[in-house]
């Protein structure tokens, strides 16, 4: 049994999965005052009725990370950072203690001009007068030469409970997302890390011995134990577990449409051929661009509680929300009140839909069925132009060799997949607008649960090889070792491959070697002056999002 | 976050699957580095730059601008389509308003590709600017253009293109030709007998320093834009003036270029040379895309820059003021054209043109109208080791009702005379472009 709990920011959704049928599911306001209650109690109530020794595993989903970011809940970080030449490092302030370091490493790795430690060792005292306890550290171009990241690390030692290094949270090049990563995994860690003793505790009390695992923002997922150390994976996992429901439930092979329509927003994505597409570089979070990869899923502003609102003659909705539908007990008309009253749906107090609508057009000098009919249709566009706009960008992605620009092929979506408290309710305007068949999962209702229980584990490595340096280097795992001058890129693949591999054993991540693709792969020839002096090889490696069977 | 002032439009192309052949510096890796640079940085993070992709021009595109001998295909690859339809987009999203600035950073380079096409020369087969210029012309119907050329090497491909056209003024900022590639660009190279002072070359002495450089933007290519009021500034931007170049002599710096380009205030810049791949491009291409953004910039240097080391001569300095009185008198009194010859009412010259890079030699004959009231009908008869005797002919931009005229009789009697294995017919006045 295979046991899937999201928790959202407006409900907590558990299901328990055994033999591609649900075999219990749960469903209650989450309590964002104490969200360990709120799992607690899921936990148990979904868990009541079965034998809790044949659980599995357990993939978790939640937004502890992203409230304690939101709320301004972190802890204080020193952030000690080298840019060298470049951008002003000091357009990436984050926190009160933040401090550059003179001193480079340049885009080959080498290391040009070592970090002034009268400059470290006045940071980290301030940082210690201030009791400060974590921190992050990042310089430029760490991924192709992480010794002075690690160089501080041996400077702060015992000052620091936790440290961040920039090149162990990814492999890519982004020196500004890197010291946001950095900062928010700091930020966030100790809180994490009561959460997850939390957790096990409250597992322990519930007499579940199993595999836990978190989910992240690219759909996948990782386990507690390795999330402890890589927190700020665990940020905006709630769209991904969403996407991954519908993947469990619709066997989608074609380029489609994925919304999700909640009571504030709906989220869009894009699958093509059937796969999620993922984030070129990473999430934005907080406005902070990071490298935590994540699945492309935009959010805008419509959704079943947005408000409707007339202005002169014109009917605008959202993305203002205030308060629930009048079906509801919600002070003003909503999309779901519109829905309500042409009879499209059927939820909560019909009645009380319609005397809002037939007031709101009464006020605003319509008939109630124009305003009705106008807010659908705004609301139906809004949806409409923002999937083009967003098919549009990703369909116009650069690419950088001749081949990529011939044969490349645009997404063209055949299908909408539907889901979210009120899919019903649009099914049939979305079909008119998108001029595409319109599918509703059946159990659409906890898809983000399902997603959360099926979703299988990610991993990314990205190796540099350097044939003239002799260097061959995968950041994210610590990796440096020696290569020989004739060093192939076909090594490399094979290399990137067999570490990440070895790396999934050592951390207890289960997959499947037919899960692990090439994403990227590229071998340069270097040349100085008419001689040639090496290779430039660089391989991306992943374990690609996916979920484990599905939903019959 | 950062913002940039300036909505800023990069189309970034770097033909990582293209050579001229593996150790030329025109080759797959040459602009890895100034991508890694700009990832790094995280310049698409900056609020206002945008990452476009590059559009493909079209045979239409290469046809409206070049005699390509004995077609475009033959003397293009896809890269080259790319590269100019990179110029095309940089074009497209500044003239439709979607940016304030674009640059194009793609390659191959152009600027050495003159009006009429035979093969590759100084790594150029066709003229992404001019490419560019001519598609901006036609679908905006732009009439003044200034391009400002800092590549090291003299642009007399673009100067080629230009020579005869009035209202595009081709200014070219380069070491002087006695010293390097092509070899020309001297001074009294000032455009055709319709055209005096719509081309102009300031030759800098090796060694010429930021000081150098910016002293001709300020005193020399900023006046005389002044002067001119354009309504679009086109750079091309090579980046081969600096310090670390391996095949020219100049002590330019990444700060220098940001500041050139600051002080030039371009609405579109496209890549050309520079083949520092990893101590140059890298911050020259940061310090370019910075300054057009509206971004601070300074504190982007090269690892090993030395001021001391990189000061420039006294002796230079003079020498580049000597230069900026001679290039401004040239401008405002330009004297007449001495090698003009008239033959009826045509200004003829006569041309030899060596392709460097495919070892092709090509002798023309060109003759342009001198018409008083557009830049005339013009007509190239040419040869080469690798084609038979060839014509273009080109009604241009903006051209009077009697060049168009005179231009299909020229057309129609080339055709009946049999003379030639091909004629190319550019027809701006009816948008026709005709190979036969």
């Not at chain 1, 322990?204 to 978190?214: H, M, P, R, S, Y």
């Not at chain 1, 829905?339 to 008939?367: C, F, H, P, Q, R």
């Not at chain 2, 598609?135 to 090497?153: F, L």
């Amino acid at each position: 049994m295979y046991l899937g709990l999201d928790v959202g920011g407006t409900h907590t959704d558990a299901v328990l999965i055994d033999n591609n049928k649900i075999v219990a599911s749960f469903k209650a306001p989450t309590d964002h005052k104490n969200l360990l209650t709120s799992i607690n109690r899921a936990l148990a109530e979904v868990t009541k009725s079965v034998d809790r020794s044949a659980i599995k595993r357990i993939n978790l989903s939640t937004t502890l990370s992203t409230n304690a970011i939101v709320e301004n809940k972190t802890e204080k970080v020193g952030v000690i950072i080298s840019g060298g030449p470049g951008i002003d490092p000091e357009s990436f302030r984050l926190g009160d203690f933040f401090y550059v370091i003179p001193g480079s490493i340049d885009h080959r790795g080498t290391l040009i001009k070592d970090l002034e430690s009268a400059g470290v060792k006045a940071a980290l005292e301030e940082c210690a007068g201030k009791n400060v306890r974590v921190y992050s550290l990042v310089t430029k171009f760490s991924t192709r030469n992480p010794g002075e990241e690690e160089y501080l690390a041996e400077k702060v030692g015992d000052q620091a409970d936790f440290v961040s290094l920039g090149h162990r949270l990814s492999g890519q090049l982004n020196f500004p997302r890197r010291v946001g990563t950095a900062y928010f995994n700091s930020a966030v860690w100790r809180l994490y890390n009561q959460f997850c003793d939390a957790i096990n505790e409250s597992l322990k009390e519930l007499g579940i011995d199993t595999q836990v695992n978190v989910l992240k923002a690219d759909g996948g997922t990782m386990p507690l134990s390795l999330s402890r150390e890589l927190p700020v994976e665990t940020i905006l996992s709630g769209p991904a577990a969403s996407i991954m429901g519908i993947i469990s439930l619709c066997d989608i092979t074609d380029d489609s449409i994925i919304l999700d329509i909640g009571g504030t927003t709906t989220d869009i994505a894009i699958f093509a051929s059937g796969a999620p597409l993922v984030e070129r570089q990473g999430i934005s979070f907080a406005s902070v661009p990071t490298l935590v990869r994540s699945l492309l899923a935009r959010s805008i502003g419509i959704g079943g509680d947005s408000r409707i609102s007339v202005q002169s003659g014109k009917v605008t909705v959202g993305p203002m929300r205030e308060g629930p539908s009048m079906a509801e007990g919600g002070p003003v008309i909503t999309l779901v009140d519109a829905l309500n009253y042409n009879g499209t749906i059927s939820y909560g107090n019909t009645a009380a839909s319609k005397k809002g609508v037939d007031e709101a057009a009464k006020k605003a000098g319509m008939k109630a069925d124009v305003l009705v009919k106008a807010s659908i249709e705004f609301a139906v566009g809004f949806i409409t132009d923002q999937v083009n706009a967003m098919l549009a960008e990703i369909n116009d992605k650069p690419v950088y060799t001749i081949h990529e620009m011939l044969e490349n092929r645009a997404i063209v979506p055949e299908k909408v997949y539907l889901m979210g408290g009120p899919a019903q309710g649009f099914a049939r305007y979305l079909h008119a607008s998108f001029n595409k068949e319109v599918i509703i999962p059946r159990e659409y209702a906890v898809a983000n649960a399902i997603g959360a229980a099926l979703a299988k584990p990610t991993f990314q490595v990205e190796l540099f090889a350097d044939t003239s340096k002799g260097q061959l280097i995968i950041p994210n795992l610590n990796i440096r070792e020696k290569v020989a001058g004739d060093y192939t890129v076909e090594q490399a693949e094979d290399e990137a491959r067999s570490y990440l591999v070895d790396y999934c054993k050592r951390m207890g991540i289960q997959s499947s070697v037919k899960d692990i693709e090439i994403i990227e792969s590229s071998s340069f020839k270097m040349v100085q002056g008419y001689f040639s002096t090496g290779r430039d090889i660089r391989v991306k490696c992943q374990i690609k999002p996916g979920v484990e069977g599905g939903i019959a | 976050m950062i913002k940039a002032k300036n909505r800023m439009g990069l189309i970034f192309f770097p033909a990582y699957d293209w050579a001229i052949d593996p150790s030329h510096p025109e080759r797959e890796e040459r602009l890895l580095y100034t991508q890694d640079q700009l990832w790094e940085e995280g310049i698409f993070d900056i609020e206002g730059i945008h990452e476009f992709k590059p559009d493909i021009a079209t045979e239409e595109d290469v046809m409206r601008t070049h005699f390509c001998f004995p077609d475009v295909r033959t003397v293009t690859t896809e890269s080259h389509m790319i590269s100019a339809g990179g110029a095309i987009k940089a074009a497209r999203i500044v003239m439709d308003g979607e940016v304030d600035k674009a640059f194009a950073l793609v390659r191959p380079p152009g600027h050495h590709a003159m009006k009429s096409v035979h093969g590759n020369r100084g790594f150029c087969n066709i003229n992404n600017e001019a490419i560019m210029v001519e598609y901006i012309r036609e679908k905006y119907g732009t009439k003044k253009i200034a391009i400002v050329d800092t590549d090291c090497h003299h642009g007399d491909g673009t100067q080629d293109v230009y020579w005869h056209d009035p209202n595009i003024l081709y200014i070219s900022i380069h070491q002087d030709g006695r010293t390097l590639y092509p070899g020309s660009g001297h001074v009294p190279e000032l455009g055709g007998p319709c055209a005096r002072g719509k081309t102009i070359n300031i030759p800098l002495p090796p060694a010429t320093s930021d000081e150098g450089f910016l002293y001709a933007i300020d005193n020399i290519v900023l006046p005389i834009l002044a002067d001119f009021k354009p309504e679009l500034i086109i750079n091309s931007a090579g980046q081969d003036n600096h310090y670390t170049d391996p095949i020219t002599n100049m002590n330019f710096s990444a700060q220098g270029y940001a500041i050139l380009n600051e002080k030039l205030n371009p609405d579109i810049a496209v890549l050309e040379g520079g083949y520092s791949i990893q101590g140059a491009l890298p911050y020259v291409n940061l310090g370019i895309v910075l300054a057009m953004a509206g971004v601070d910039y300074s504190m982007v240097r090269e690892p090993d820059y030395n001021y001391e080391a990189l000061r420039q001569d006294r002796n230079i300095s003079g020498y580049i003021e000597k230069v900026a009185d001679a290039v401004l008198d040239a401008y405002r009194n330009p004297p007449k054209d001495k090698n003009a010859v008239k033959y009826g009412d045509y200004n003829v010259r006569k041309k030899q043109i060596y392709y460097d890079t495919d070892g092709i030699r090509e002798s023309q004959i060109e003759s342009v109208m001198a018409c008083k009231k557009c830049p005339g009908v013009l007509h190239i008869e040419s040869s080469s080791s690798a084609n038979p005797l060839s014509f273009g002919i080109e009604i241009p931009f903006g051209a009077c009702r009697s060049c168009r005229d005179e231009g299909l009789r020229v057309f129609r009697d080339a055709k009946d005379s049999r003379k030639y294995r091909t004629i190319h017919f550019i027809n701006r006045f009816d948008k026709e472009y005709i190979r036969v």
